[in-house]
């Protein structure tokens, strides 16, 4: 893998690359300085994507990835995931538009200029402890670490159960259920 000169953006505490693999495969990653995590969106092929989070070693967190058919759903993914922890949104949206930026270049797409980038729930949390909720009663079941989020849906490293008997040590939620500690 060799990474083109010319191709690194940096934002304050937030570095994004630009890495190209063989003729038409390509790796976009973002790196946080004040985390030291990063996400990155690989082509690994025709159709073929994986967005991928890799934890520092000191958090000893599970690293996480994603395959995906379509480049749109990818690209979304890699966006929800990134690290936005202690950066102001004018910094994150400059970052993500450099992503986009990126994407639409190795892609061959038309640029997008018109951009919004929503701010999901729990963004700013990946990485962090969190508490599940039950849907119902609001009584804690379980206890962890959020690992990624998916569409709707927080995945977490379960570290504590309380009510909850499912033995998986990751586990999907909907972010609903899922609070900040």
Not at 145 to 160: D, F, R
């Amino acid at each position: 893998m060799k990474k083109i000169a010319g191709e690194t953006s940096h934002f304050q505490n937030i570095t994004v690359l630009l890495h190209y693999i063989g003729e038409s495969n390509y790796r976009i990653e973002w790196t946080s300085k004040m985390t030291k995590g990063s996400t990155n969106l690989v082509k690994t092929g025709k159709n073929k994507y994986v967005v991928m989070r890799k934890w520092p070693e000191a958090k000893a967190l599970t690293d996480v990835a994603a395959n995906f058919t379509s480049r749109n759903a990818a690209f979304v993914h890699f966006i929800k995931n990134v690290d936005i922890i202690k950066s102001n949104d004018e910094t994150i949206n400059k970052a993500k538009q450099r992503c986009l930026d990126y994407f639409t270049q190795c892609e061959h797409i038309k640029p997008v200029t018109k951009t919004a980038f929503p701010k999901p729930r729990l963004q700013g949390a990946l990485g962090r402890e969190v508490i599940v909720k039950h849907k119902r009663n609001m009584s804690d079941i379980a206890k962890g670490h959020l690992l990624q989020l998916i569409g709707n849906k927080a995945e977490i490293q379960v570290t504590q159960r309380y009510t909850l008997c499912n033995p998986s040590a990751k586990q999907q939620f909907d972010t609903t259920q899922v609070y900040i500690l």
